[in-house]
């Protein structure tokens, strides 16, 4: 069966390095992967969008890759602050009802300390 | 600004008894979905909507249906909630304009709670 994975436990990093996040898929064939950020007790915000044919894509301090040969995705916040500190989910696009459906992963909550 | 909002943010309802969560949408997008989202886990795709058309998920309980009057509008209506159900709902709307990678915007959710 489809499944994407994220890992489950919380991300701690200090103000100013580099948080990577990954996100593994297995028995999917996505035809484009979403980045979101969810506060607690709030809906996720879109972050970044890449599509199966881009290997990498940026916004300010995010990069967001992906390798469809290792079907992994990795999430990256370059000098990461304590606002950064969230939980960051991962969707993949399914090719069927028009690749408007989105499969979400749990996330993975990361703390930045300051 | 243009936003997703749902209504009500919190619903307490009793086991069995039927309830109905709202979300509205100034974007003028064409796709409103409706997503089950329980402590710590992924959110739930329960169905969408493409302008007129219903998309059912295959797993969605026959308990959870929805309308959609109009663009801006669309119901989540829970016939027979059971403990299980409680969760966060939440409602999304995207561009969705024929093959589309587009984003979602989400609301920011309601959450119920069955007695």
């Known amino acids: 069966s489809q499944k994407i994975e994220q890992n489950s436990e919380a991300l701690n990093i200090q103000e100013g390095k580099t948080a990577t996040l990954t996100c593994n898929y297995t028995?999917?064939?996505?035809?484009?992967l979403q980045w979101y950020r969810q506060d607690p007790g709030r809906g996720p915000v879109f972050l970044l969008l890449?599509?199966?044919?881009?290997k990498e894509k940026r916004k300010e301090r995010l990069k967001v890759t992906f390798d469809t040969t290792l079907k992994q995705s990795l999430f990256h916040i370059t000098a990461s602050q304590p606002a950064d500190s969230a939980t960051y989910l991962c969707?993949?696009?399914?090719?069927?009802?028009?690749?408007?459906?989105?499969?979400f992963g749990s996330g993975t909550r990361l703390q930045v300390q300051p | 600004d243009a936003m997703v909002i749902q209504n009500p943010r919190y619903q307490v309802t009793q086991f069995g008894k039927p309830v109905t969560l709202s979300c509205s949408q100034t974007?003028?997008?064409?796709?409103m979905y409706w997503y089950q989202q329980k402590s710590s886990q992924a959110p739930k795709l329960l169905f969408h909507?493409?302008?007129?058309?219903?998309?059912n998920e295959a797993d969605t309980p026959d308990n959870f249906q929805s309308r959609r009057p109009n663009t801006s509008f669309c119901f989540l209506d829970i016939r027979s909630p059971g403990l299980g159900d409680a969760a966060m709902y939440l409602c999304?709307?995207?561009?969705?304009?024929?093959?589309?990678?587009?984003?979602?915007?989400f609301g920011p959710g309601t959450r119920l709670t069955v007695l």
């Open positions: 974007l003028n997008h064409n796709v």
């Open positions: 969707a993949l696009g399914r090719s069927d009802t028009g690749r408007r459906a989105l499969t």
């Open positions: 890449i599509r199966e044919n881009e």
């Open positions: 999304a709307t995207s561009r969705g304009s024929g093959q589309s990678y587009n984003e979602q915007f």
């Open positions: 909507y493409y302008d007129k058309d219903f998309n």
């Open positions: 028995n999917y064939s996505p035809a484009y």
